[in-house]
């Protein structure tokens, strides 16, 4: 194997574990106040935060540059203030990768969340639980199923990335490029033993990724 190639492994597994982590971390509280709250614009709050899903990936990346760019609302001040721009590092690969695989858990966890019968939510409630102490006791280990399987999708998400990731990040061999950007250098190249290699990897390991969640889901349905 091709130290090139090993990188690119190596930072994609890199960026999709972190995106991950980032996605369960904002992920749940997203999904759990969508689940269990009704307030003003809760629709809307879906609506923008399911669009990275359904948008073409270069539109997302377009949207992160006009915030997080060296111009951007966020990026400028910050460029500004410490001389540092997210642009083109491997930090804008898990900004991208995190971005749109984060519907993908807030969609199948909120499902979850609204699932758990909600008799037992009132129990808890009836037996001097706190909010809080329900949702740690009681919603999050019945929707476990659930967020598992959000959690596998949105690393499988996180891991395929390339449009988003190739516009904020670039293309920047041995510091940006990761699995699927090589794959379209190698192809663009004309490097088809690499491009085949690369391209069967990403198949397995997402092929695996799909089987692990499709098992999750399929457990859920037969019973506790």
Request: charged share 15%; net charge positive; proline share 5%.
């Amino acid at each position: 194997m091709e130290p090139s190639f090993l990188f690119s492994l190596r930072l994609s597994l890199q960026v999709a574990l972190i995106a991950t982590l980032l996605v369960l971390l904002f992920g749940l509280p997203l999904a759990y106040l969508l689940a269990r709250r009704d307030f003003r614009g809760k629709e809307v709050l879906d609506v923008l935060l399911t669009l990275p899903l359904v948008l073409p990936p270069t539109v997302t990346g377009y949207y992160l540059i006009l915030l997080f760019g060296r111009r951007g609302l966020i990026g400028g001040p910050l460029y500004a203030w410490t001389g540092w721009s997210i642009m083109f590092t491997w930090q804008a690969a898990v900004l991208a990768s995190f971005v749109v695989a984060l519907p993908l858990m807030i969609k199948t966890a909120r499902s979850a969340m609204e699932s758990v019968d909600a008799t037992l939510i009132h129990a808890s409630f009836t037996l001097g639980r706190k909010e809080w102490e329900t949702a740690l006791r009681v919603i999050l280990p019945l929707s476990s199923r659930g967020i598992l399987a959000g959690t596998v999708l949105s690393f499988a998400r996180a891991m395929g990335e390339f449009g988003a990731t190739l516009m904020v990040a670039g293309n920047l061999p041995g510091r940006t490029d990761t699995l699927p950007i090589a794959i379209y250098s190698s192809s663009a190249s004309g490097e088809w033993t690499s491009a085949h290699l690369m391209v069967a990897l990403m198949t397995l390991v997402c092929g695996l990724l799909l089987y692990i969640a499709n098992r999750s889901t399929a457990k859920k349905g037969k019973g506790p």
